[in-house]
């Protein structure tokens, strides 16, 4: 195991308290080493202060001062007034040197322009470290410099003692600040471990349960949220698919029991029995159990993937011709007008589909006639399919669209169908980024399918049968 691989193996308290705290200490060790550079640039800075200050108070004493030089204390340590030739006029302080100047001939020189040196305490006596510097006085006719020499140790005990400081303060502080990070995390971190533990006991027999919901109005509380709105759309869809299930298996038991009692009667009654008629029979509940098994495939694989094998260039109006023309022999007439350019972007098997039931219902329900209409605009397809029979209320137009949905009047399955032709029709045409719209034909029934054309991806807003979390779009 990597490295990285067990870092991020870590739960992600501590690997966040772990990062809060390096960036603390990077913090803090960094804030230390500033808080040491400044205090000795002050100590510095104040030191030097003083040191110019004696050397212009001995300049304001005149030429040649009085020796010894009236000046001393604090952190001084040699006062020297030297004239041009590098003799020592004056000397102040406890081991000053009378007769042999401080500093050689070019340190001299770099302290008349202004240079601080760092010089050993042994040239003065002592054992502390120097830093001298010094100021030109006196007349144009006795020009003198004045060399000061100040104690610079208190410079280092200070940092010593701020550094000792600091070793102590710092990992004390860290751990402190660590503590309050990994209590920070947990509590930030803990409306994710209740979302974890509902998570957990969520099961197939709880589906219904949700997740808890923080008070904050944070990311926590909206991820909770949204987790929550999933659940309940998977409920829905786990509450429908049970239920088409239930009615799949109803609708599947129906002709499996017509064909077994058939079989049955047949058998008792032996060579008595009509063996053509019960193999009539036979087949034709053989037949609607086959229909009944593809219309259920097709529905599983529309809920899958959208059902479109592939697409390409379908002219419904000649589609809807030719599909007018299979129904020559339908017990009442269908005609079919064709207005306009309608080209769409589709699967033809889909839409063949889409014109086949709406044909086997229209003819079912009608009385005189089915009328097949297609027109085409700019944007969109319009296919209208009518009849001329009883129509259904406004009431139930929504429900229809339901799988296995039969109205009072078409419960029987040899009348109505399997109650999916519809259903089919309408997951077909979302398919194609349509809608189905039923309407008044009066009298009968007028379906209205709208499909959009190649580059329009709109379709009406006033769309049938939306179920909840799928939203329309719009169509010119």
Known sequence: MTTTTAWRGRGLRLRLTVLAALVLAVGLCAGAVVMVVLQQRSLTQSLDSGARKTATEVVGMGVPPPDPIPVGGG???????????????????ATADHLVPLLSSDEL???RAGT????????????????????????????????????ASGIG?????????FFITVPVLLVLLALLAWYVVGRALRPVEDLRRGAEEISGAAVSRRLPVPDGRDEVHRLALTLNDMLSRLDTASARQRAF???????????????????????????????????DGALLDIARLSRLIDDLLLLARLDESGGLRRRAPVDVGELATEMAESCAHARVPVGVRVDGLSIVDGDVDGLRRVLRNLLDNAVRHAVSLVTVSVSGSARRVVLSVADDGIGIPAAERERVFGRFTRLDDARSADAGGSGLGLAIVRDLVRAHGGSVVLGDAAPGLRVTVRLPKPGSTVVDHAEIGVPDGVSPTISA
């Open 109 to 111: 020189t770099s302290v």
């Open 75 to 93: 952190n001084i340590v040699v006062v020297q007034v030297i004239d041009t030739d590098g003799k020592v006029i004056a000397a102040a302080g």
């Open 157 to 165: 005990e200070s940092s010593r003692i701020l550094q000792r400081e």
């Open 245 to 279: 299930i239930a009615d799949a298996a109803h609708e599947l038991r129906s002709p499996l029991a017509s064909l077994r009692t058939q079989l049955e009667v047949a058998q008792h009654l032996g060579g008595r029995a009509d063996w053509p008629g019960t193999a």
């Open 116 to 151: 601080v040196l760092r010089l050993p305490g042994e040239r003065a006596g002592v054992t502390a470290k120097l830093r001298v510097l010094g100021t030109v006085g006196g007349t144009t006719q006795q020009p003198v410099t004045v060399v000061v020499a100040v104690d």
